[in-house]
């Protein structure tokens, strides 16, 4: 196990390498700069790019871009919070959407789980239905897509809940909802599928046999065995709350780490751009580690490769 972690680590501070190259090249490749306006002055533009170094051959830009991640130095801010140290400004707005993502995460596991599980004890009857037609509506429908009718329904039409912001415990409800509903139906689908499988075992039929109550059946040896699959989909799971919540922050305006990311791409902040792509690289592949040793736990048998 230490040795699979040891080297999933490597693997992943190369991959995170990999991304920081990548996004720093194809900035680059963008035409124009973050000075670049209809009516800036081309001296005081010329000026900020000696400034922040933007004059310099790209190499060069590569190896100081290179110096200050080491250090966990993503620069400061060219436009939004002008002068505000991209860090500092992770650290701000990340515990937002952080609690945001986690609850969207609960939300999807706490009603997908067992919607899943109903679906497979009822399997074909009118209950199996309504689950696969709600599980297969949620996942063709993008997190925007579910914001936006929320909110010309519940907050324009119905005005029963709040549009804008997390000013209130109301005001959580749509962004949850919205962030959480193609998980919740992913797992749903998930657990359907191997419950199904898991219930058709002959362990399963022993257990039966030997006039163990169906509870405990379920309970204590179906339902473990069933969840390995929603436990693999949780490093996918977070990958897509997290930039599925980018979408949601800017639809409901909360000021957390995806509303800041999609401002400063349409202003060309560059150090925001690189800093948050490789911070969120690196939250999702650690994710992903922690999800195969938990994926470990559950089942011992699994064998993690050394």
């Given amino acids: ?30 035409p124009g700069s973050p000075f670049t306006e209809e009516k800036t002055n081309v001296v005081a533009e010329e000026a900020n790019r000696v400034k922040y170094g933007l004059d310099k051959p790209v190499y060069v830009q590569y190896g100081m871009y290179l110096e200050k991640i080491v250090k966990f130095d993503f620069g400061e ?42 679906g497979a004890l009822k399997r ?18 993008p997190s925007f897509v579910v914001a936006t009718v929320g909110m010309i329904i519940f907050s324009v039409k119905l005005k029963l809940l709040p549009s804008l912001g997390l000013n209130e415990p109301a005001g959580y409800i749509l962004p949850i909802v919205s962030l959480g509903l193609y998980p919740m139906c992913y797992i749903a689908r998930l657990m359907r599928s ?81 800093g948050m792509t490789i911070f969120i690289a690196a939250l999702i592949i650690f994710m992903n580690l922690i999800s195969d040793i938990i994926y470990k736990i559950v089942d011992p048998r699994i064998r993690l490769t050394d």
Wanted: proline share 5%; charged share 15%; glycine share 8%.
């Fill in 194 to 274: 191997s419950m199904l499988e898991t219930i058709g075992q002959d362990y399963i039929r022993t257990a039966k046999a030997k006039g163990i109550p169906q509870s405990i059946v379920i309970f204590k040896h179906a339902l473990k065995n069933s969840l390995l699959p929603v436990i693999t989909y949780m490093g996918p799971m977070i990958a897509y709350t997290l930039t599925g919540s980018f979408v949601v922050e800017k639809v409901f305006n909360i000021p957390g780490l995806g509303r800041y990311f999609i401002n400063s791409i349409s202003n060309r902040d560059y150090p925001i751009i690189m």
């Fill in 77 to 118: 801010t060219l436009k939004m919070q002008k002068g505000t140290p991209v860090l500092e400004l992770i650290k701000t707005t990340f515990p937002i959407s952080a609690g945001l993502g986690g609850m969207a995460i609960l939300f999807a596991i706490i009603l997908g789980v067992p919607l899943g599980c109903i």
């Fill in 124 to 141: 074909g009857k009118l209950a199996d239905n309504i689950i696969r037609v709600i599980a297969t509506a949620g996942i063709a429908m």
């Fill in 1 to 30: 196990m230490t040795k699979y972690i040891v080297r999933r680590v490597l693997i992943a501070i190369f991959i995170v390498f990999i991304v920081a190259t990548m996004t720093f090249f194809i900035m680059k490749a963008v």
